[in-house]
């Protein structure tokens, strides 16, 4: 099964509203998770690390007032996306760190991300 | 973290070894060399990665210069299904992933 899922796979909303993607560590234990951000045609963009228990890290130029990232337990990460806009329409892929069984220690394991479409 | 260079794009015949190369002349000592490759859609999925000995795991294959400023990451046969883009990056321990432009494989039939 996947180690790392992310719920919805896809989401379309209006102007202003706000949406909310889960990450979760399926099968291990995660103190540490990210969120990336990928537009069409480009790489990944790492916008923050998120740590159990404490507040997220933020990349320069990624506002963290728009993009809340909470880290409550240690299989499960939030991304809420504040007044999303038709230019923070992406694909935003979370990755989660652990040594869980048969892992590959200290590596990184991403979700099958998330598209999101702002009308 | 240290930058690494890799061509756009590359292409391989069906059923045939691939040999994707990775420059990273500024690596430190402590840098990783992961390979992750990315699907079309999809998140990124770990291939392999090495310190300073080759590696094989059975995905591919990790060959690392012996001064470490380069690597190659070799598929053995290439399928259709080995069509993604192929990510190099260096990373410390503990440290956080930066992706690179990586290299676009296509496999033809």
């Known amino acids: 099964g996947a180690v790392v899922s992310q719920h919805p796979s896809w989401v379309i909303c209006k102007s202003g509203t706000s949406v909310k993607i889960e990450c979760r560590s399926l099968?291990?234990?995660?103190?540490?998770m990210f969120w990336y951000r990928q537009f069409p045609k480009q790489s990944l963009m790492l916008m923050a690390t998120s740590n159990e228990g404490s507040k997220a890290t933020y990349e320069q130029g990624v506002e963290k007032d728009k993009f809340l990232i909470n880290h409550a337990s240690l299989t499960l990460s939030t991304l809420t996306v504040t007044s999303a806009h038709p230019e923070d329409s992406s694909f935003y892929i979370c990755?989660?760190?652990?040594?869980?069984?048969?892992?590959?220690?200290?590596?990184?394991?991403f979700g099958p991300g998330t598209r999101l479409t702002v009308l | 973290d240290a930058k690494t260079t890799q061509p756009n794009s590359m292409e391989s015949n069906e059923e045939e070894p691939v040999h994707l190369p990775c420059n990273h002349s500024t690596i430190s000592g402590t840098d990783y060399i992961h390979w992750y490759r990315q699907l079309p859609s999809q998140g990124p999925e770990y291939v392999i990665h090495?310190?300073?000995s080759n590696v094989n795991n059975r995905m591919a294959s990790l060959a690392i210069a012996e001064d470490r400023k380069s690597s190659t990451l070799i598929l053995h046969r290439a399928t259709l299904r080995d069509a993604a883009v192929y990510y190099c990056i260096l990373r410390a321990p503990g440290n956080q992933f930066y992706f690179g432009t990586g290299t676009s494989l296509t496999v033809i039939p």
């Open positions: 099968d291990f234990q995660a103190t540490t």
């Open positions: 990755s989660a760190r652990g040594g869980g069984r048969d892992r590959v220690i200290d590596t990184q394991y």
């Open positions: 090495g310190l300073t």
